[in-house]
């Protein structure tokens, strides 16, 4: 992480670009808590660069005076790995919904796992599409009655803090957007984490499927006495759906992606400049 002295406020990360979700949208919150989170950090934002894909959280980028990319659909991870590759001193966001996450977007996020890339993926998942007005996405609760399904969903929703877990992600975490002061917090913890730091924050979309006082009535904190180094013990809490768990599942240290990517390099030892191949095409 690149830090300045004098860290900016809150206000001078906000873009021109103003939000345009809806009203009571879960997506601020976590907008809120990244700004927040930068700004307690120190984080210098010309070294601060954020990838997003397609739905409501594709226009994060936008909203942050900081470098952005709005990709395509599902390949949010790529395009934060090859951001993180070409330059690993910039601080890295990758930002997504649960449809972009776990439904197109899903074959990536084994690979981001294991490979440890060193970036923060915040998911903001509110169960169903938002952008497309209110299709059932890969989170949706078995019987969620909406227009695209009015006899019920049938399909199982996806668990996305097991999945990742089973991956081998090395950060795993989930917090709640009406919750502030702890998702800043979470937020922080994934970004002094030296590699793939993941998280699933429930965000709900108050103008399709209004989840929070659902939310409200079943989320708790991580017991105290969790031992956040246990994968088993991780999974078995991420498996619990009656009450869900916010906080922190797992967390261990392990060699980042492009620390290994260095000591590859090292060992071909190779004499390659791209200073001197870009000054051959300089008349």
């Not at 790995?81 to 070409?86: F, Q």
């Amino acid at each position: 992480m690149i830090t300045q002295s004098e860290p900016l406020k809150v206000k001078d990360l906000k873009s021109d670009v103003k939000p345009i979700w809806c009203p009571g949208c879960g997506d601020f919150g976590v907008l809120n808590a990244m700004l927040k989170a930068l700004t307690d950090l120190k984080l210098d934002p010309a070294y601060v660069a954020i990838a997003s894909g397609i739905g409501c959280s594709g226009r994060f980028p936008a909203f942050v005076n900081a470098y952005g990319f709005h990709g395509v659909h599902g390949r949010v991870l790529p395009l934060a790995t090859g951001i993180k590759v070409a330059n690993p001193e910039l601080t890295v966001f990758a930002v997504g919904g649960d449809g972009d996450a776990f439904s197109i977007g899903a074959g990536h996020l084994p690979h981001a796992a294991r490979r440890n890339v060193d970036i923060t993926y915040i998911v903001m998942d509110n169960e169903i599409y938002g952008l497309t007005k209110g299709q059932p996405s890969p989170t949706s609760p078995v019987g969620m009655e909406k227009k695209a399904s009015p006899y019920g969903t049938y399909d199982i929703p996806l668990n996305p803090t097991a999945m990742v877990l089973s991956y081998g992600a090395t950060f795993v975490a989930r917090g709640f957007s009406s919750q502030p002061r702890e998702l800043t917090e979470l937020i922080k913890r994934g970004v002094q984490h030296p590699g793939f730091a993941f998280l699933q924050v429930i965000s709900p979309c108050v103008t399709f499927y209004d989840t929070y006082a659902r939310f409200k009535d079943i989320a708790a904190p991580i017991p105290e006495d969790h031992d956040s180094s246990d994968r088993a013990a991780a999974i078995k809490l991420a498996m619990t759906t009656d009450v869900q768990y916010l906080g922190v599942f797992y967390q261990e240290e392990q060699m980042s992606h492009h620390a290994r990517v260095d000591q590859v390099r090292d060992k071909a030892g190779s004499d390659f400049s791209l200073e001197d191949l870009l000054k051959r095409f300089v008349r």
